[in-house]
Nanobody, 112 residues
């Protein structure tokens, strides 16, 4: 199983970015499992950002609630993360996760 994330980049504070992660090489029903976005800022531990459950439920870390939106396309096996009102503290490498599989990460840099 491979997870490939894209959409990172550099943006000014207040701006938006959309991350996308596609699952490839699977041999099971991906839609039966939750998918998550994590992030890891320099010098900090990796933290959970958002979850999209198998049943369509979503949950967010308090720091991003109201600014980030996670969504899944079951048919395409993708999970996106729409990030609005970005702040410098959102600067991190963002990773998508499915079960014990991780994508390589995509860097988001927010300048003040």
């Amino acid at each position: 199983v491979q997870l490939q994330a894209s959409g990172g980049g550099r943006v000014q504070a207040g701006g938006s970015l959309r991350l996308s992660c596609v699952v490839r090489g699977y041999t099971f029903d991906v839609s039966s499992y939750a998918m998550r976005w994590f992030r890891q800022a320099p010098g900090k531990e990796r933290e959970l950002v958002a979850v999209a459950g198998a049943g369509g439920n979503t949950d967010y870390a308090p720091a991003v609630k109201g600014r980030f939106t996670i969504s899944r396309d079951i048919a395409e096996n993708t999970v996106d993360l729409q990030m609005n009102s970005l702040q410098p503290e959102d600067t991190a490498v963002y990773y998508c996760q499915l079960l014990n599989f991780w994508g390589p990460g995509t860097l988001v840099t927010v300048s003040s």
